[in-house]
């Protein structure tokens, strides 16, 4: 077994015998195990025990270790903490909640004392009890893979990996090691309380299924196997289309080509969303079908409202070709559109620069008319630039966000008037940019709406001898 570990530290978990390795040694059979292996390759290693503080008994199992260490001449690191507090206040199952102290301690001891990973005893039996709870939870294929030998990036960190060079040894051989190297492992009696989910699985589930096949464990071992290979295949092809289909990103949000998304397969689909809820929320370890279905049913057919909420605070948004999965606790970018500081005036010098958030500029001069001046009006009425007759212009222009009861004339209607907030609706641009979009007026009139339309009261004709020329211009930050 020494030689077959041997092989997998060094190509499946990538470990050198030289690299500072922190081992995660609770003293029962798998960790003693992993821990005399790793000892007799004379691997650089370095021993953590964390005391959950649930029995009794915890006390004398972390001194046990301590000695073991000691016996081997390694250092050793003792953590401890309180897991019924800490499952209290983050309202978590006792196993949750022992799983996050444990690691979150783990970590940061490999991170203190530089280790390239973090060792942990997860044999065969664990692997097979794993796949069975994420399916129970109705976990994606990521489940149904089951762990790794080697983790990086995982849940705890996107620097040290979790290494599991036991993952593909059964239990019944590591109690054989036990007992042909003399080792003396702890018992740990809440492994038999089968209150405990996985605890249920091991003494419950997997025996009844045994009844039906009695090759059942080694079929869902290649079971993850199988599907951690097609993983990796899939994964390709989802990056590919991700970094196809993604148009912006940053800290909690991605944006999405949504006619692009629309496209692709089913299984795609499903795949991007449940990636982007994993990097958005990372330790939700499992997230049912019924979330990753919504939002491949919102991509499809958006709801009326344009929003869905999935899970854990991620919301899915679509605006106008983008579609957003994002924490609904972040303000989403403004998506390329101009946007004010605030609900300040400002007065637009001519000539003059306005300057405003996101690199948007307002620039503007006067001058003779244009030789295409005529025909140019016809088209200027959208982004990014328009002429506006001087002569018909009350000066200084101001610049400010829309008021209630605001309306402007659109070239085209015939002089008639639409209320700011029909014309925001009718153009279709998001309800959370209507408050901050800049307005150009003449005085209390509202003559130009960037990128949507110009007043008819203000374009230019034959008469035309001066003009305003006002652009709204986004440039290069440097």
């Known amino acids: 077994m020494i030689e077959l570990i041997a092989g997998i530290l060094s190509e499946h978990c990538l470990i050198k015998s030289d690299d500072p390795l922190l081992v995660a040694v609770s003293g029962g059979v798998d960790s003693l195990c992993l821990l005399d292996i ?43 903490g309180d897991v019924f507090k800490y499952a209290d206040q ?21 991170e203190i004392y530089n280790a390239s990973a973090v060792a942990v005893g997860h044999n065969a039996d664990d692997q097979v009890e794993t796949i069975l709870m994420h399916l129970l939870r109705g976990s994606g294929m990521e489940g149904l893979a089951g762990m790794s030998y080697r983790s990086l990036p995982n849940e705890w960190s996107c620097e040290t990996a979790i290494i599991r060079p036991l993952l593909g040894i059964w239990r019944e051989q590591l109690d054989e090691y036990i007992r042909e190297n003399n080792l003396q492992p702890s018992l740990d009696s809440s492994n038999k309380d089968i209150k405990y989910l996985r605890n249920r699985i091991r003494h419950e589930l997997v025996s009844y299924l045994e009844d039906y096949n009695p090759q059942i464990k080694n079929l869902i071992l290649q079971l993850g196997d199988t599907i951690r290979e097609d993983l990796f295949l899939i994964n390709k092809i989802t990056e590919d289309v991700w970094n196809k289909c993604l148009l912006q990103s940053g800290p909690g949000y991605f944006a999405f080509d949504h006619k692009l998304l629309i496209q692709q397969s089913l299984g795609v ?15 939700l370890r499992d997230f049912n079908f019924a979330a990753v279905l919504s939002g491949v049913n919102f991509i499809n057919t958006p709801s009326r409202s344009g929003s869905i909420d999935l899970l854990s605070g991620v919301r899915m948004l679509i605006e106008l070709n983008k579609l957003w999965i994002f924490d609904k606790s972040i303000e989403l970018p403004s998506g390329g559109w101009p946007q004010l500081q605030g609900f300040e005036e400002f007065k637009l010098d001519i000539p003059g620069i306005l300057f405003l958030p996101q690199n948007w500029q307002i620039k503007n001069s006067i001058s003779d008319v244009p030789k295409d001046c005529l025909e140019y009006a016809k088209y200027s009425k959208e982004f990014h630039s328009v002429c506006l007759d001087i002569e ?46 800049p307005i150009i007026c003449s005085g209390d009139q509202v003559i130009w709406v960037p990128g949507l339309h110009l007043s008819h009261d203000f374009q230019i004709n034959k008469t035309t001898k001066k003009v305003v020329q006002i652009s709204l211009t986004k440039t290069t930050s440097n």
């Open 38 to 80: 790793l000892d007799r390759l004379n691997f650089n290693i370095i021993i953590a025990h964390f005391d959950h503080s649930l029995r009794p008994e915890s006390a004398a199992e972390a001194e046990k270790v301590r000695i073991f260490a000691e016996n081997r001449n390694r250092k050793f690191i003792l953590g401890k």
């Open 90 to 110: 983050k309202k978590q199952t006792i196993e949750e909640a022992s799983r996050h102290a444990r690691y979150r301690f783990l970590i940061k001891q490999a």
């Open 392 to 437: 018909k212009l009350t000066l200084p222009l101001t610049v400010r966000s829309r008021k209630p009861g605001d309306f402007i004339k659109p070239i085209g209607m015939g002089g008639h008037k639409i209320k700011l907030s029909d014309l925001f609706i009718n153009k279709k641009i998001p309800n959370r940019l209507r408050d901050l979009w």
């Open 269 to 283: 689909k499903r795949r991007l969303v449940r990636r982007a809820i994993h990097i958005l929320r990372p330790k």
